[in-house]
């Protein structure tokens, strides 16, 4: 039996592109990651709340994560939002259109903003942190409805000013921390560390779906050429399916500190010889793409 990280990779078609997240969930082992006793928050990533691709979450990969959890028994899902010093989350369902998705399906939806829909409460990690405790002397707040869940992240395959890449680690970003997490762009790459940490100590499962339809290019998350490459992926190991993408973008995923230092924690694996790669193959595809710049490239 191979004691490698297993990522699922698969290329993907607009006519089929709802089956095909659940062939991938399947390849991946989505159930040996997810609790089914326990409730799954789907977190989708709005980079921005106008609908730009690669940018954000996509609906058909939102509603193929759905279908494939409820088909397996996961009936207890729930969105959580958040929003950004730049984003709006309620025209970000909106405008993305998630929003007839939720009501299709039944999802509810929590914004960790809102009083009333959970709670921001101090957090004493059990692991060693990094920064975020030099970031939040007062104490780490994050939202008491996370505690206890299992947590599905939606990002999208995608270049960022600030982290070379950005994908599922980064993904808990926006849902952990508050709206003063601007505040740990400095020490951004430790920051990752440190929320992946936390998330093995609060959910009972975390899994990814990595949305490649359209890859975005250039000074993400943002100011990107988007790039059409009809690939989507998905993992238990967030470290792993971060790593694969990076591969595939061009980069060398040992090289990004963030992956690098989540690796060398035991968080994960980020070296991709310790890498399966299951669905089908992506072992030649080395994109070029380059954070600084968008023009000219494909």
Known sequence: MSTKAKVAVLRSKPESALQDYQRLMDLADFRSYLDPAATTILKDNISWHFPFPSANTTPWQLEGTIVGLRNAGYNDLVCVQNKTVVTDAFKGEDLNKYVPVFRHHGIPVRFNFRDEDMTWEIYKPKGKIRVLDGIYPEGIRIPDFFHGKNIVHLPTVKCHIYTTTTGAMKNAFGGLLSHHRHYTHSVIHE??????????????????????????????????????????????????????????????????????????AGLGVGDPREIEIVGDDVSNESWGFQVGRSEGLS
């Open 191 to 264: 920051t990752l560390v440190d929320l992946l940490m936390i998330q093995k100590e609060i959910h009972t499962g975390i899994f990814a779906l990595m949305d490649g339809t359209t890859a975005g290019n250039g000074p993400g998350p943002r100011i990107m050429e988007p790039v059409r490459k009809d690939v989507i992926l998905a993992s238990g190991d967030q470290v792993a399916i971060d790593a694969v993408a990076a591969k595939m973008m061009g980069f060398d995923p040992m090289s990004i500190p963030y992956i690098r230092m989540a690796h060398d």
